[in-house]
């Protein structure tokens, strides 16, 4: 396996090993991309895409890796692929569904949550969100409890005047906020829909003592 | 040629074409997302030539939860509640996979007791699994009994989850470097007693539908997958096996001690329906063989990794007489399991395919993205290839031998 990996490294040079705590991982340009996945598939037995996915780096520049994680079904390993997009603000990366049709659909998604785009990609849309939701939610900028949205169906939107809210995140479902003091990101640290100070419902007559 | 679109189940559209008339060379009509036969919130629009569908395009992401945002916002061990609902027909072995994908960024191995009762969840999850799907899949055959059967079978199994976790449904069992806590006392009588019960019905299951001459006209080269289009689509699980590739995670890179296990893996001639529901049915009895082994043969010890000190929290007496388990416990509530930075992805066979979990951690309690390799999501992606030229009654049919679950599909 190893001889055959760093054949692999040596046939292609501009390969540069990826750190990794698993399987061997490699960075690839994105121009060599399309050539080197062919000759993965068809000359090194990785028949078999499990995964396309994709990193926001927020500050590192090139800030959106995509990355590929490719399965042997005959020699039971596993490798990793990442390539940089190029533009930070108008991500791209070139598309292989042509190799496998199951890219596709991780393409997609990669579009809908980080908005890159995949040159060649035959139907580039939202997957997950629906169509015409203005943000990339899995971007780092993108707040956990959402952003307020007109509704998906236009009609719904005017019949009801409502729009879809952000979540509420204090005293709300148990999510820490990353960062801060810890006692700040104690969710209920900061719910102040009840406290001692607050007067109680008075006493309905006639209950018990104590009974509020 | 004219095409006209009809859209039923859309409220905000369906008064504004009322008067959409069904005329035309072909139909678009939109199938759920609220429809019996499509097994929770998944859409098809589709394109019918008169009873024959032309064209079929799935509409996914009603259930999306934005499950992968959430966790880069929590640390690891607040992310288990969440797999519970991924794949919540068999939400156990979701919790193990998490765990296990942590524990391999982590380093950690756990002792073999831990690993023998992981293989008994991850088994009886899969026989959740599958019962359901045999189940629901008859029903969609108009098998309305064997429902019934599965679904008395399938009880037994949320009682022993309910013994053994305190939940029916959303277990969240297990944690990074152990379990929450160790088999209950007599758990595993009953676990070899549900499996006495429950192999007779796979039988009677298997004498009541396999051989069926109506369901043979309903499955029997319907919906045929070959093997290159299960392995260009990315399928997994059941649904790739039917197709002929003999790839089972448990046998190939196998975790938790499987290799340690005899059992078979099924595969189909020639990944049509029919051949997804033997397959299931296969995988049950071998998922009850294992659990007769693993049962027999479940090593006594610790069931957590002892040496993972700022992974897995201390035992409860000791944290409340000590003050260093104190203090230990209380790091790793509120930051987190301290994980080295690094990626990784690990997948694991899950009743439904290949579950896997990408992590890049920059070393914390959190991990800095994590994606889920959702089986469904793949799974359900080959349906434009696979639906058209089917006729519509053959629907149910195709999407209950796919078996996904829309929780998983859309996290």
């Given at each position: 396996m190893r001889e055959r990996l760093n054949a692999i490294l040596e046939a292609h040079p501009y390969l540069a090993a990826r750190p990794s705590a698993d399987c061997r991982a490699f960075n690839c340009p994105p121009e060599h991309l399309i050539g080197l996945l062919t000759c993965l598939r068809d000359?090194?037995?990785?028949?078999?895409?499990t995964d396309v996915t994709a990193i926001d780096h927020q500050e590192a520049r090139p800030r959106f890796e995509v990355l590929y994680h490719l399965f042997s079904t005959e020699r039971h390993d596993y490798l990793r692929l990442a390539t940089p997009c190029a533009d930070d603000q108008q991500p791209a990366c070139p598309s292989v569904t042509a190799l496998w049709p199951t890219a596709d659909w991780h393409e997609r998604e990669a579009y809908d949550m980080f908005g890159i785009r995949f040159a060649g990609h035959p139907d580039l849309r939202r997957i997950l969100m629906w169509d015409g939701y203005p943000y990339f939610p899995l971007r780092k900028e993108f707040p956990l409890a959402g952003l307020e949205t007109p509704f998906p169906s236009e009609d719904l939107t005017e019949a009801t005047g409502a729009s879809v809210l952000p979540a509420p995140m204090l005293g709300g479902p148990f999510h820490s906020a990353q960062g801060g003091p810890m006692s700040a990101r104690e969710p209920r640290a900061g719910d102040q829909s009840w406290t001692e100070t607050r007067p109680r419902p008075a006493a309905a007559e006639g209950a018990p003592p104590g009974a509020a | 040629m004219t095409v006209k679109e009809v859209s039923i189940g859309d409220i905000g559209a369906r008064g504004a074409r009322a008067d959409a008339e069904f005329a035309g060379d072909k139909m678009l009509i939109n199938m759920g997302p609220s429809h019996p036969a499509t097994h929770g919130v998944l859409r098809l629009r589709l394109e019918l030539n008169g009873e024959i569908v032309t064209r079929c395009e799935p509409v996914v992401g009603y259930l999306h939860r934005g499950d992968e945002k959430i966790a880069e916002n929590m640390t690891y061990n607040q992310f288990i509640p969440y797999t519970d609902r991924l794949d919540y027909i068999g939400p156990i072995h979701n919790n193990v996979t998490f765990v296990l994908a942590v524990e391999k960024l982590a380093g950690i191995e756990v002792p073999p007791r831990c690993q023998a009762i992981r293989v008994i969840c991850c088994e009886l999850a899969r026989l959740q699994s599958h019962l359901l799907g045999c189940g629901v899949y008859g029903m969609d055959c108009g098998a309305l009994t064997v429902f019934m059967y599965a679904f008395t079978e399938r009880e037994k199994l949320y009682t022993l989850m309910e013994q053994l976790t305190g939940a029916r449904f959303t277990t969240s069992y297990t944690r990074i470097g152990g379990l929450a806590r160790d088999i209950p006392e007599g758990w595993l009588g009953n676990v070899l007693k549900v499996m006495d019960d429950l192999e007779p019905v796979i039988e009677e299951v298997d004498k009541l539908l396999s051989r069926n001459r109506i369901f043979w006209d309903r499955t029997v080269d319907i919906g045929v997958i070959s093997r290159a289009d299960a392995i260009g689509y990315g399928l997994t699980g059941p649904n790739l096996r039917a197709s002929g590739v003999p790839m089972d995670l448990r046998k190939d890179t196998p975790y938790l001690g499987y290799e340690q296990y005899e059992f078979d893996v099924p595969i189909g001639a020639n990944g049509d329906c029919y051949d997804r529901w033997l397959v299931r049915m296969e995988e049950m009895r071998q998922s009850i063989r294992i659990i007769r082994q693993a049962v027999e043969r479940l090593p006594d010890g610790p069931w957590y990794a002892e040496d993972a000190r700022k992974i897995f929290a201390p035992p409860k007496d000791k944290v409340m007489t000590r003050m260093e388990e104190l203090i230990q416990n209380f790091m790793i509530v509120t930051e987190g399991p301290q994980i080295p930075a690094g990626e990784v992805y690990f997948e694991a066979e899950n009743p439904k395919g290949a579950l896997g979990f990408f992590i890049h951690s920059k070393g914390g309690g959190v991990p800095y993205r994590l994606k889920i390799r959702s089986p469904s999501f793949c799974n359900l992606s080959v349906l434009p290839k696979m639906v058209p030229g089917h006729l519509v009654p053959d629907l149910p049919v195709l999407l209950g031998s796919l078996d996904f679950v829309m929780g998983e599909c859309d996290r």
């Amino acid at each position: 396996m190893r001889e055959r990996l760093n054949a692999i490294l040596e046939a292609h040079p501009y390969l540069a090993a990826r750190p990794s705590a698993d399987c061997r991982a490699f960075n690839c340009p994105p121009e060599h991309l399309i050539g080197l996945l062919t000759c993965l598939r068809d000359e090194h037995g990785f028949d078999f895409l499990t995964d396309v996915t994709a990193i926001d780096h927020q500050e590192a520049r090139p800030r959106f890796e995509v990355l590929y994680h490719l399965f042997s079904t005959e020699r039971h390993d596993y490798l990793r692929l990442a390539t940089p997009c190029a533009d930070d603000q108008q991500p791209a990366c070139p598309s292989v569904t042509a190799l496998w049709p199951t890219a596709d659909w991780h393409e997609r998604e990669a579009y809908d949550m980080f908005g890159i785009r995949f040159a060649g990609h035959p139907d580039l849309r939202r997957i997950l969100m629906w169509d015409g939701y203005p943000y990339f939610p899995l971007r780092k900028e993108f707040p956990l409890a959402g952003l307020e949205t007109p509704f998906p169906s236009e009609d719904l939107t005017e019949a009801t005047g409502a729009s879809v809210l952000p979540a509420p995140m204090l005293g709300g479902p148990f999510h820490s906020a990353q960062g801060g003091p810890m006692s700040a990101r104690e969710p209920r640290a900061g719910d102040q829909s009840w406290t001692e100070t607050r007067p109680r419902p008075a006493a309905a007559e006639g209950a018990p003592p104590g009974a509020a | 040629m004219t095409v006209k679109e009809v859209s039923i189940g859309d409220i905000g559209a369906r008064g504004a074409r009322a008067d959409a008339e069904f005329a035309g060379d072909k139909m678009l009509i939109n199938m759920g997302p609220s429809h019996p036969a499509t097994h929770g919130v998944l859409r098809l629009r589709l394109e019918l030539n008169g009873e024959i569908v032309t064209r079929c395009e799935p509409v996914v992401g009603y259930l999306h939860r934005g499950d992968e945002k959430i966790a880069e916002n929590m640390t690891y061990n607040q992310f288990i509640p969440y797999t519970d609902r991924l794949d919540y027909i068999g939400p156990i072995h979701n919790n193990v996979t998490f765990v296990l994908a942590v524990e391999k960024l982590a380093g950690i191995e756990v002792p073999p007791r831990c690993q023998a009762i992981r293989v008994i969840c991850c088994e009886l999850a899969r026989l959740q699994s599958h019962l359901l799907g045999c189940g629901v899949y008859g029903m969609d055959c108009g098998a309305l009994t064997v429902f019934m059967y599965a679904f008395t079978e399938r009880e037994k199994l949320y009682t022993l989850m309910e013994q053994l976790t305190g939940a029916r449904f959303t277990t969240s069992y297990t944690r990074i470097g152990g379990l929450a806590r160790d088999i209950p006392e007599g758990w595993l009588g009953n676990v070899l007693k549900v499996m006495d019960d429950l192999e007779p019905v796979i039988e009677e299951v298997d004498k009541l539908l396999s051989r069926n001459r109506i369901f043979w006209d309903r499955t029997v080269d319907i919906g045929v997958i070959s093997r290159a289009d299960a392995i260009g689509y990315g399928l997994t699980g059941p649904n790739l096996r039917a197709s002929g590739v003999p790839m089972d995670l448990r046998k190939d890179t196998p975790y938790l001690g499987y290799e340690q296990y005899e059992f078979d893996v099924p595969i189909g001639a020639n990944g049509d329906c029919y051949d997804r529901w033997l397959v299931r049915m296969e995988e049950m009895r071998q998922s009850i063989r294992i659990i007769r082994q693993a049962v027999e043969r479940l090593p006594d010890g610790p069931w957590y990794a002892e040496d993972a000190r700022k992974i897995f929290a201390p035992p409860k007496d000791k944290v409340m007489t000590r003050m260093e388990e104190l203090i230990q416990n209380f790091m790793i509530v509120t930051e987190g399991p301290q994980i080295p930075a690094g990626e990784v992805y690990f997948e694991a066979e899950n009743p439904k395919g290949a579950l896997g979990f990408f992590i890049h951690s920059k070393g914390g309690g959190v991990p800095y993205r994590l994606k889920i390799r959702s089986p469904s999501f793949c799974n359900l992606s080959v349906l434009p290839k696979m639906v058209p030229g089917h006729l519509v009654p053959d629907l149910p049919v195709l999407l209950g031998s796919l078996d996904f679950v829309m929780g998983e599909c859309d996290r």
